[in-house]
């Protein structure tokens, strides 16, 4: 059966809100992608977030608060935690700290770990549903484990068909990629997971060095990292200079002088064949554009999808992430 999907009213908050209370699942707009949200506080809700996704249990889920004050019934905020939080919540940013003593936290959404991950979600849809639950939110990406991340009401309705009560319907996500998850639980910061908040912005605003730490095969700090995920279900090709009559296209910037092998431009492609994540190079109307351009272009008809460079700086270095994991390379 189908997911109802829920024009944006007070009444269909509270009736979300209502649901969560209950143990259901809401699929939730915020501003990076839609979560599939369940109270962050039961063991049985949070089951039922693993078993619709069919995501494996190692792997944490992010915890939705309203602000640094919510978020201090859960986890430690040393300074540089207070820090971060004050330039960059509510926003795309999710910071894991040690776990409280007493936190509430169910250890199901931590996999069993000593800390927690916590974000502030800026979209006002997420912080209306948070506050008429009164609870923290677990939350993933509301798709299949492995799959895209759905950033329109759409994607998660043809990702997730049974399992949840509704899905809030709250326009295309304006960031489009997952947030930056930074680690604050040890004496060096590290980005578990690249995103819209950058590694120059985090370590100007902490005045030290932020390296990424993506790949940690001997002791995974952010285990969601290792798993399979972003997959279309065809074949994607990285570094693109022209195009196979049989690819479809992912274009960035300019394709003026790209050709199609065998003859033509890649300009000519018919329109189902080819996206451009941003004519104009724009990295952050590139990175909005990425997963449903991915989605658009995921048909068996195709071969494979060729992807041209992204320059690998700034929200470049997300995006790139996201590309190499839909390529199987990371
Ligand atoms: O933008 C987002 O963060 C979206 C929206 C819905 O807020 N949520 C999201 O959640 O992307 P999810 O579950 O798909 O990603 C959670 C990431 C995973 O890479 C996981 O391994 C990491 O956060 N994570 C969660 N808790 C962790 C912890 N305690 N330590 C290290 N990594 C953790
Ligand atoms: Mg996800």
Redesign the pocket.
Known sequence: MAIPIWPITNEAINQAAQAIKAGGLIAFP?E??????ADATKGPAIARIFATKG?PAI????V?VLDVSQACQYAVFDDRARIVAHMFWPG?L?L?LPKTIHSLIHPL???G?E???L?S?AHPV?RDLIKATGLPIA????NKSGRL?PTAPHHVAASLSEGVVAILAGGKSA?G???T?L?L?GPVPAI??P?AITAQQLSAVLECDVLYDMAQPDS??????LLAHYAPSIPVRLGAVDVLPDEALLAFGSVKFMGIKGGGFAQDLPPDQFRNLSQTGDLIEAAANLFAYLNDLDNPAFKKIAVMNIPDQGLGVAINDRLKKAAGLA
């Not at 792997?59 to 992010?62: E, S, V």
């Not at 939350?139 to 509301?142: F, G, H, L, Q, R």
């Not at 995974?220 to 990292?225: A, D, E, H, I, L």
């Open positions: 915020t990076t992608v839609y979560g599939l949200g995501r792997n944490p889920l992010i939705h795309p999710t894991v959404v931590t996999a770990l800390t927690v991950a974000r979600p997420a939350a993933p990406s509301a991340s960031v990629l997952e947030s998850v680690d639980s578990l997971r995103g995974p700090k952010s285990p969601g990292q």
